[in-house]
């Protein structure tokens, strides 16, 4: 099964060369001199098939997929930033699909299947890790809500399994299961196909792919008015001037509802920051995603050595990609608290990010009352394990101009008839 | 550890320097025992022992030896302590070295000296910056079961303690100040004498073991006519004898957010070998600023050329420091490089304590200033217009290839030639500190002038003074920060006056250095021997360019792609040169090419420090009740509900808590139950507005309530599903008394509050919280009326004068009471509330009165098997927030004639009356001793495949003794026109699923006669 050098296989579909430990070798020989591009820097065109908004993870899947599976390829992502440098390149990257509700376990492990053969479909080791993602009870309470989320995710047909103190202890050594601590640990859920892959590479990958198919990204351009005829949408204003389409998705989180203002949309969403750290590299000691609601944080230690840390959002809307103190200061006590060690380690950077959080904690994937104008957001504290799902889903949508079966229940009306998908219960502490 | 003192290393100085040279300590380092005095740091005691390898790279493994002198350190990290005070990556040349000090250097295998890892740094060429990208994905099972366990083992720096319990202890604390002066140099001493003179409150705080800054690391300055150390020394002495002036030392100022509101880490025994008991190892202050002063001076930047991460290799001010305070020889033969004047300074101190200047090399081509001109005087050799190409040796540098330069383009002129050195002293000009300035929305400007950005535009009420304003020469800076004290104090509402600048005698300095972004090299392109840019992180000149190359060309891309700058050192030594090489691909200048986002901890912060005591038992509050004792004495098992400990059951004699829940249930219903509802939410409503409120928060009516009477209340969120449920009681014409659930009190009251102040200012009400003003026991099941009664009751508690859903004002056994008259049982029930302080009081008078009675206390699982008998829901067991009244069956529950009330307009979308909700039911298992695990899913066809099709969820599941079957409820899918209906509920034990059919949810008592004993 090594990987044939054969001469087909060195190029992408769109004629890339593509990655391989040879293209690796070949290029040292070379010095690196001659690597190529990983997308290009093109001015906007005047006039596009379909334009995505926002240049994150979801933007640049859907943008991938419109490309790769539709074969609409005269596309346009607009970034106002650098790619991925909304919450794509600020999250803590965990990826699971243990779902309470049947709605969520369709689109979530619609996306880990993507996520399992993804690294290959992109040609972009995005290091996806699949080393387990353990939720802790604390209490009856909690152990009671475990019990029907586990039995409804395995009904579902995903895999999940229930831990004692005992062998979680032997999952996770350092945790702390004495039992006299203030919430002891009395037992978890473990999805052993969950886990983690490097963000970055996620937007990289996917900006390659697209790129190596046609797709036009531009970055440091930003949307500043959608225009419309009517009921249609005409294309974007953007720092680089209009942009013509017959299509625009906008794919921004945190910022959905600026541009939602712009087509005088209003979106059920409030924007709020949401936190994590990381601390300095430390030898290999935690491999499993750990995540507590009780005590209200979650942790896990990435490639590179370091304990990555987050908990909940701040309780108040905000644009500032900040944050308050108490939140990180709450968030280090519990990790302490569950994992003695840390104590002694030290916090390294710290960074904010804003979420797009809906009233039921589940995202928007949508078309609107503009004809042509749609809407993927709301995915809040927890949409970078959807990514590919999201991305997959919403350029079926936007090629077909109505929602496939794992979309419809996330169409913008379920606020009107109440037909909402309340993952609150999952969202407690942010993931 | 001092009967066998070993000896004084070799490179210290017969005299000089600022250490303790009466106390002698020693200390081990990789086993090896060495000498050292007190006052040094772990790096200046290893380099008076001529250690200069001291650590390895993160990728490539490279040998590593001190680069700084400070917080900047990037690659001499180490393990630092034993057993439960052992911790990673401490940075040698901030620790300050004890008697018994262990130290450990990191990230090699088997030693520092032969480390396996270092193959990496051989097969280097097929490591470039972001290689991962590329490779290790076929086939793709080898990522997950071969790559990905190598790179991760090959991960990290230090290793956390074995032992994982702390020894040690962290504070935090909080301080009001007026001004808050970081940085404790010659800058922010001026700073202070100016702010302090004022009579403000001044805290001045710095990070290192004594106040004076690079100061302390100068010989050649004199204020006021004396050497500039008398003069710190005078100074410092003054603040301290001020007593509106805190002066913290070992205290950096890691974070500066919103409102001035800053965080300090201060090391309070770090120093010291042994903690004494009462101080906390570290601390962390919370600091509320009127004004901020930063001084925190400028960090020196490296040059880039290859082998530029040599031990040896030092920054040209670190080996002033080394020598001036800790009188140590960093080497015995120097070559000086340099692009500005500073680095003279460390030339002509090397010539003072007889090290050989072997040459200076200066990539300036016609220096002429007055330090220069010293330097060739003392007939040292200066190669102006010349630079480094790279330097050689294996662990050590050894010599370098020099040559002559093209000053404008860095393009390789002359013939290179070779100098022998076994240290090399840079410099490649200076970064002013403005990462706090930054971290607080502060703006910065890039200064051509100086080569560096400094501080233009402030967010917060804040002034950076000094080289930390871009200030460089000493009178310049002093005189600065002189009249910023003076403005901080003013700002703070004082009366000051900047003090006046001393006389101040030093070598005027070229300190604009001339930079050169593309490294001078003669190799072909591509072919450039490996120079740093980030030490730690092993990232190299090539790999910046090789990122621009493959279009990472946003100054966060470059960062993430080749991870420069995001090592323990921040980028504190990296990042302009990183920024300055970027600009030069990219052909664009600096300011263009933008900064990362400066963001706390501006210095890696101890978790511990953090979390100060905010864990074990003080993680959060635990809540008892004034019972709390008597049912720890009576032998009671407790369950955690939110922060409270309630009495869960009270197992006798050996019981399970099967039997012991049976028994207590069986009691109620036969004779009489007594339990501690003391945690139930309590929420007292006074105003004129009080029951209109009321009728806007609950589903049903309240203002018509009469006096006296109580009614059960659901209240839901503004999209229509269940919050909370609870009694509410008219005492008063305006006044009630609220009750909610355990759990949900806090945020019911938060949610009211929030109702009030931003939607109805206009109504006129005030909402207290009285959950512990009150003690609450309920007296349930049909003697309940009697032990009242025989405890001598001042009211009637006949069904007539006391009716169901009734309130009264009593006294019980003497004390003064509110009686109320409702039930969770279905019993006949009295729940007593009592001023806390006598609930324990009355607990026991009713225990005694009871006891013919055959009352017995039971716990919340008695509580909830009876009340699951009667098919009463409890919110957030029935309900998880999307679920409505409907759902539960209590339609009746919901005012149709009410214009409003919360939830109302979302009750009326369609989906709310949809048949194929989740619906509320009861369960009964075909085997009548079968009870289904809450949580559990019900199923039409056990036998489908995945996913299957689920109906809904088990919600309460229990055994009712008195029934002598198991009872459930059950949120399903058009359950409530199911009933009579087969279920499954699949297991996910490996069981059978178990058969059950879809009932009434209540199981006892259906007609509720029971309600009146
Ligand atoms: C601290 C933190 C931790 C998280 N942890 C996890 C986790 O562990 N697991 C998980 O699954 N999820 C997590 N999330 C959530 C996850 O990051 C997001 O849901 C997901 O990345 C959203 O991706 P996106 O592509 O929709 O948005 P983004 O990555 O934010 O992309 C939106 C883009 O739109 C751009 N944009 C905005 N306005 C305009 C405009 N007018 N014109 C042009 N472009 C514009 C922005 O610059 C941005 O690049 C976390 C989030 C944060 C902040």
Not at chain 1, 109 to 135: P, Y
Not at chain 2, 311 to 338: D, F, K, W
Not at chain 2, 449 to 465: K, L, M, N
């Amino acid at each position: 099964m090594a990987e044939s050098p054969d001469r087909g296989a060195r190029r992408l579909p769109g004629g890339k060369p593509k990655y391989s430990v040879f293209s690796l070798m070949r290029n040292a020989r070379r010095y690196h001199q001659d690597w190529q591009q990983a997308w290009r820097s093109p001015e906007p065109k005047k006039s596009y098939d379909a334009i995505i908004i926002g240049g994150g993870g979801h933007g640049l899947a859907t943008a991938y997929y419109l490309a790769a599976v539709h074969r609409i390829t005269n596309i346009a992502v607009i970034e106002k930033g650098w790619l991925g440098g909304g919450n794509t390149g600020r999250n803590t990257t965990i990826i699971r699909s243990n779902y309470m509700w049947d709605e969520s376990a369709a689109i979530y492990d619609h996306a880990l299947k993507l996520w399992e053969g993804l690294t290959q479909d992109l040609n972009f080791n995005l290091m996806f890790s699949q080393r387990g993602v353990l939720t802790i009870a604390h209490s009856w309470h909690e152990l009671r809500e475990m019990s029907r989320r586990v039995h409804a995710i395995r009904l579902n047909g995903i895999d999940s399994d229930i831990l004692t103190p005992d062998q979680i202890k032997k999952l996770v050594p350092i945790i702390n299961i004495d039992q006299s601590i203030r919430y002891p640990v009395m037992g978890g859920f473990l999805q052993r196909r969950g886990g983690t892959a490097r963000h970055d590479a996620v937007a990289w990958g996917y900006a390659r792919a697209a790129d190596d198919l046609g797709v036009d990204i531009i970055q440091n351009c930003e949307v500043t008015g959608l225009r419309r005829k009517g009921n249609r949408i005409e294309g974007v204003e953007t720092t680089k001037g209009f942009i013509k389409s017959p299509k625009v998705g906008c794919v921004v989180a945190g910022h959905c509802s600026v541009l939602g203002d712009m087509a005088d949309i209003r979106l059920p969403i409030a924007s709020r920051p949401l936190q994590a750290l990381v601390s300095e590299p430390i030898k290999p000691e935690l491999d499993t995603v750990i995540m507590s609601n009780a005590v209200h944080m979650y942790i896990s230690q990435s490639d590179k050595g370091e304990m990555v840390l987050g908990a909940g959002v701040d309780k108040y809307n905000s644009y500032a990609q900040r944050g308050s103190f108490p939140v990180p200061e709450h968030m280090i006590a519990a990790a302490v608290e569950l994992f003695p060690i840390l104590s002694r380690l030290r916090m390294l950077r710290h960074w904010g990010g804003i979420v797009d959080t809906c009233p039921d904690a589940s995202p928007i994937l949508s078309k609107t009352d503009v004809k042509g104008l749609y809407f993927n957001c709301g995915w809040g504290t927890g949409g970078f394990k959807a990514t590919p799902g999201s991305g997959h889903v919403f350029a079926d949508l936007i090629a077909n101009d109505r929602p496939n079966s794992i979309a419809a229940p996330y169409a913008l009306d379920r606020f009107q008839t109440g037909l909402l998908i309340d993952e609150h219960g999952a969202a407690g502490v942010a993931h | 550890m001092n009967i066998k003192s070993p000896k004084q290393g070799q490179m210290r100085l017969s005299d000089g320097g600022r250490i303790n040279r009466k106390n002698p300590v020693s200390f081990r380092f990789d086993g090896k025992t060495f000498a050292g005095f007190e006052g040094d740091t772990l790096a200046s005691a290893l380099l008076a022992n001529g250690v200069h390898l001291v650590g390895r790279s993160f990728k490539y493994h490279r040998p590593r030896g001190i680069l700084t002198a400070g917080y900047d350190e990037p690659n001499a990290l180490v393990e630092i302590g034993q057993g439960n005070q052992q911790a990673p990556n401490i940075r040698a040349t901030e620790a300050m070295l004890y008697d018994g000090l262990t130290a450990k250097s990191q990230n090699r295998w088997p030693t520092l000296g032969f480390d396996i890892g270092a193959v990496n740094s051989l097969l280097g060429r097929f490591f470039p910056a972001g290689f991962y990208y590329k490779t290790f994905m076929f086939p793709a099972v080898f990522w997950k079961n071969i790559y990905e366990p190598i790179i991760r083992k090959a991960a990290g720096l230090g290793r956390a303690a074995k032992d994982h319990h702390d020894a040690d202890r962290y504070e935090k604390t909080h301080r009001h100040t007026d001004v808050l002066i970081v940085g404790g140099g010659v800058s922010g001493l001026m700073a202070a004498l100016s702010a302090a003179g004022s009579g403000a409150r001044v805290m001045l705080v710095d990070d290192a073991n004594e106040l004076g800054g690079w100061m302390l690391s100068e010989n050649n300055t004199t204020i006021d006519g004396k050497p500039a150390l008398n003069w710190i020394k005078q100074t410092v002495k003054a603040l301290e004898a001020m007593s509106n002036v805190t002066i913290l030392t070992r205290t950096q100022c890691f974070g500066y957010m919103d409102h001035n509101f800053l965080t300090l880490a201060e090391k309070v025994t770090d120093h010291l070998p042994q903690r004494p008991d009462h101080l906390p190892r570290q601390r962390m202050w919370k600091i509320r600023a009127k004004h901020v002063v930063l001084a925190q001076g400028n960090h020196e930047r490296p040059l880039i050329f290859g082998g530029n991460d040599k031990p040896g290799v030092m920054m040209a001010g670190a080996v002033r420091s080394y020598i001036n305070c800790y009188a140590v020889l960093p080497g015995r033969r120097a070559v000086i490089y340099t692009n500005n004047d500073d680095a003279y300074k460390t030339a002509l101190l090397l010539d003072d304590v007889g090290v050989k200047v072997a040459a200076i090399v200066d990539q300036r081509p016609t220096p002429s200033s007055v330090l220069v001109s010293q330097a060739m005087a003392r007939g040292m050799v200066v190669h102006t217009g010349h630079a480094v190409l790279d330097a050689n040796g294996t662990r050590h540098v050894g010599t370098l290839k020099i040559a002559a330069i093209n000053p404008k383009t860095g393009d390789v002129t002359g013939q290179p030639f070779y100098i022998d050195a076994d240290l090399v002293a840079m410099s490649g000009g200076f970064t002013p500190v403005v990462n706090l300035h930054s971290q607080a929305r502060g703006k910065i400007t890039w200064d051509d002038e100086q080569v560096c950005f400094r501080p233009s535009d402030y967010h917060e009420a804040a002034i950076c003074v000094g080289a930390c304003n871009g200030v460089f020469d000493l009178k310049g800076a002093m005189t600065d920060a002189a009249v910023g004290g003076a403005m901080a104090a003013m700002a703070a509402g004082f009366t000051a006056e900047a003090v006046m600048t001393p006389a101040v005698d030093e070598p005027s300095m070229v300190m604009r250095p001339h930079v050169l972004w593309k490294m001078p090299s003669d190799a072909v392109k591509g072919q450039e021997p490996k120079a740093f840019v980030d030490f730690q992180n092993d990232v190299t000149a090539s790999d910046i360019k090789l990122a621009v190359r493959e279009g990472y060309h946003s100054v966060e891309h470059v960062k993430r792609y080749t991870t420069n700058g995001m090592a323990t050192d921040q980028g504190k030594l990296s990042n302009i040169n990183a920024l300055g090489i970027l600009s030069d691909q990219l052909g664009k200048p600096i300011p263009e090419v933008g900064t990362t986002t400066f963001r706390y901890p501006y210095t890696p912060t101890t978790f511990g420090a953090i979390a100060g005591r905010d864990i074990k038992e003080l993680f959060d509050t635990e809540r008892l009740t004034r019972m709390d004792a008597w049912h720890r004495q009576h032998g009671a098992e407790f369950e955690h509900v939110g922060q409270w400990m309630r009495a869960w059951y009270y197992p006798i004699d050996g019981e399970t808590m099967e039997e012991a829940v049976n028994r207590e249930v069986k009691k109620t219903r036969t004779h009489a139950g007594i339990l501690d509802a003391s945690t139930l939410g309590k929420i007292d409503f006074r105003g004129k507005d009080a029951g209109e409120f009321l009728d806007r928060l609950y589903t049903n009516m309240f203002s018509t309530l009469k006096i006296g009477r109580c009614r059960y209340g659901l209240m839901l969120k503004d999209d229509g599903m269940v919050m909370d449920d609870g009694v509410t009681t008219r005492l008063g014409e305006n006044h009630y008394h609220m009750t909610t659930t355990t759990g949900g009190a806090a945020n019911v009251l938060s949610w009211m509050e929030e109702w009030l102040q931003t939607e109805w200012p206009e109504l006129d009400v005030y909402l207290t919280s009285v959950t512990e003003e009150w003690s609450v026991t309920t007296v349930s099941g049909p003697n309940a009326r009697k032990i009242l009664e025989a405890l001598g009751c001042s009211v009637s508690l006949t069904d007539d004068a006391f009716p169901f859903m009734s309130y009264q004002d009593a006294n019980l056994a003497g004390l003064p009471v509110r009686i109320f008259r409702i039930s969770f049982t279905g019993e006949l029930s009295f729940e007593i509330n009592i001023k806390a302080r006598h609930g324990l009081a009355l607990w026991q008078h009713l225990m005694k009165a009871g006891e013919p009675f055959g009352l017995t206390p039971y716990g919340t699982e008695a509580m909830h098997v009876l009340r699951a008998e009667k098919g009463f829901i409890i919110v957030g067991q029935e309900t998880d927030g999307s679920v409505n009244p409907h759902d539960l069956g209590m339609s009746w529950i919901v005012s149709k004639k009410k214009s409003d009330f919360i939830g109302k307009r979302a009750l009326e979308r369609k989906s709310m009356a949809l048949n194929n909700r989740k619906q509320l039911v009861g369960i009964k298992t075909e085997d009548p001793k079968a009870i289904i695990p809450e949580g559990a899913h019900a199923v039409l066809d056990p036998h489908q495949s995945y996913p299957m099709e689920m109906l809904g969820q088990v919600t309460s599941s229990y055994y009712s003794p008195v029934l002598g079957h198991s009872v459930a409820m059950a949120l399903l899918k058009g359950g409530h026109a199911m009933k009579g209906q087969t279920v499954w509920f699949p297991m996910i034990n490996g069981k059978k699923p178990i058969k059950a059919v879809i009932t009434d949810t209540v199981f006892y008592d259906p007609k509720g006669d029971r309600i009146n004993g």
